[in-house]
DNA sequence: TCCCGATGTATCGGCCCGATACATCGCAAC
DNA sequence: GTTGCGATGTATCGGGCCGATACATCGGGA
């Protein structure tokens, strides 16, 4: 999952190592709070390894704002990582519908092309619906076996659980009839000019949603 | 955290692996599905070795709606081991407070003393609380720089966490007031009589909560 | 001047997962 | 009556990811 993150991130502009975890970090801030480097440098030996990436001593040139000359290593997706990457983006497998997977695949929904969009969405719903059902159950069958705090968990879990199927519904809904704003209450609707002119029309990117936001 | 979880139910009473595996995926259901068994019996195997608890093979008599006879291990709690669970209640690291480290130690809250209850707690409120303050930075601040799927899913991300943290809240205004009842909606009251008598009042065991449930 | 915090790269032990391989039992279909 | 399948049950292996740790450089304030 972290591979396809990375891709993803380096697809938009090469990053060295530092950079990247913090990138992670605001991009997945919902999934994982910060991605350890005991995982980032060993995934991006094996990134290399494998090909999708390649590593370049940072040279005088510099143009972010960061400052020294040392060993900084800069990592740039190569012709095979972005095809990888389009696969990873592409193909959902079961890990596809987990908390972290989801989100992952969730947070380059802008990549990915509209039919794959709903299969993930269903996928996951589908998840969460049986997590949903399971927890039913349990708060209905064997609710005397178990303590007040246990049950009061599963309340919780029941809810959130209810609550992202809800979400869900919205998304899938939104996707099948071509896209919905509404954004987030009275909030601007970016007004502001875009500055990507990264990548055009290079594979399969449509059009931004905008679920909902209820209550104020 | 998986250790905590054992030792816990193995305090009910013996188990051997697969129903173990199940018990846990009903009481910590909120948490992980289901523990691996790529997980489970290694770590069983730790727990013996270090003496927290012991096998025997399960003999004739076999109490349980148990079937057959084969190589089935039974898997139980030493004194050793009763001690150390309830070390690891009743400690708090870090680890306490993220998604899976709070969840366990939740659902033995009833095994928990007041005083630890109120700690955990509040340590979690204020990781979520962390969550929740960083996800409204990259909302307000970096809302420009990210494309429409990834702002949703911050979105979502905040929103479970406003809420986690309003429940928090109202677990710890319940805890500090001695607890509350008020079932969930127009339910049971746990009419049934519990059929516990394992152990009495052997370390701390308070009250049961009960917290809430709003909107039905 | 001296040290401290931010930046930056890297490794190690350990937990946990999914895949896989076995073996046994009860039962239903053929 | 046997064949085969699904539930029960134990166990290992490779690999991903984490936290702790170590080390090095740089800018700026005490």
Not at 94 to 107: C, I, K, L, S
Not at 149 to 177: F, K, M, P
């Amino acid at each position: 999952m972290l591979e396809l993150a990375i891709l993803g991130l380096l697809q938009e502009t090469p990053m060295h190592g530092y950079e990247l975890r913090k990138e992670l970090a605001t991009k997945l801030g919902t999934i994982r709070a910060a991605i350890s480097y005991g995982t980032l440098y060993p995934t991006l030996k094996r990134l290399q390894t494998a090909g999708w990436i390649t590593e370049s001593a940072s040279d005088p040139t510099m143009i972010p704002p960061m400052t020294s000359k040392r060993g900084r290593v800069v990592y740039k997706i190569t012709a095979d990582g972005k095809e990888r990457f389009a696969d990873l983006l592409a193909q959902a497998g079961p890990e596809t519908y987990d908390d972290a997977g989801f989100g992952v695949h969730f947070a380059f929904f802008s990549r990915t092309d509209r039919a794959t969009r709903l299969r993930i969405l269903e996928g996951r719903r589908r998840r969460v619906e049986e997590r949903r059902e399971g927890l039913r159950d349990v708060l209905s069958r064997a609710a005397g076996r178990l303590d007040a705090y246990t049950l009061e968990l599963q309340r919780h879990g029941l809810d959130a659980a209810e609550r992202e199927v809800r979400w869900l519904e919205e998304l899938i809904t939104n996707e099948r009839s071509g896209r919905a704003p509404a954004g987030s209450a009275g909030e601007i609707d970016i007004p502001v000019a875009e500055p990507p002119q990264e990548r055009a029309a290079e594979d399969a990117s449509p059009e931004p949603p905008r679920p909902h936001k209820d209550r104020p």
